[in-house]
T-cell receptor, first 107, second 113 residues
């Protein structure tokens, strides 16, 4: 099945800093999503981005499908950005998730 | 538009018992899929239903089963519970065919004692 790798696994930043999270996948895909898991466990949709670039406020994402990677950018981080960020791709085995990036934003 | 609703939110069961979890998808969505999240294994796909038919199944034992009703609501059942079944179970709904955007519910946290 598809392999999904996320980096870095952990990231600690000061409030106001920018960050880049990476997602590599092993096969061509027609669906890539980024999620933020809140403290209660719910996966919050950030981007549905099979290819190209999208922006939503301080967050943006880019997927280069031909090179099998996607990047999530967070600018001017706030403490509320803390949590685990997952990317997931659709394949024969449902959505395959990476292990996530655990982001901590310190005040 | 209401989101994906999962019930119950929390559940404590004893080893050997069975449990049924429920998921109501976003109105109009016909695809419902289930995932198990544990600290050791991360998020793993259980199965997906589309228009009452199981379309895909993950690598889980037969104790895990599910179904989907004509109104697209889905239930997941785990029989003969084991301690290792303790996990967060997440349900996702999607509007169309494979690869469309999935939206998740708040999850059911199951503890097996």
């Amino acid at each position: 099945g598809i392999q999904v790798e996320q980096s870095p696994p952990d990231l600690i930043l000061q409030e106001g800093a920018n960050s880049t999270l990476r997602c590599n996948f092993s096969d061509s895909v027609n669906n890539l999503q980024w999620f933020h898991q809140n403290p209660w466990g719910q996966l919050i949709n950030l981007f549905y981005i099979p290819s190209g670039t999208k922006q939503n406020g301080r967050l943006s994402a880019t997927t280069v499908a031909t090179e099998r990677y996607s990047l999530l950018y967070i600018s001017s981080s706030q403490t509320t950005d803390s949590g685990v960020y997952f990317c997931a791709v659709a394949g024969a085995d449902g959505l395959t998730f990476g292990k996530g990036t655990h982001l901590i934003i310190q005040p | 538009k209401a989101g994906v609703t999962q019930t119950p939110r929390y559940l404590i069961k004893t080893r050997g018992q069975q449990v049924t979890l429920s998921c109501s998808p976003i109105s109009g969505h016909r695809s419902v899929s289930w995932y198990q999240q544990t600290p050791g294994q991360g998020l793993q796909f259980l199965f997906e239903y589309f228009s009452e038919t199981q379309r895909n199944k993950g690598n889980f034992p037969g104790r895990f089963s599910g179904r989907q009703f004509s109104n697209s609501r889905s239930e997941m059942n785990v029989s003969t519970l084991e301690l290792g079944d303790s996990a967060l179970y997440l349900c996702a709904s999607a509007g169309g065919g494979w690869g469309t955007e999935a939206f998740f519910g708040q999850g059911t946290r199951l503890t097996v004692v």
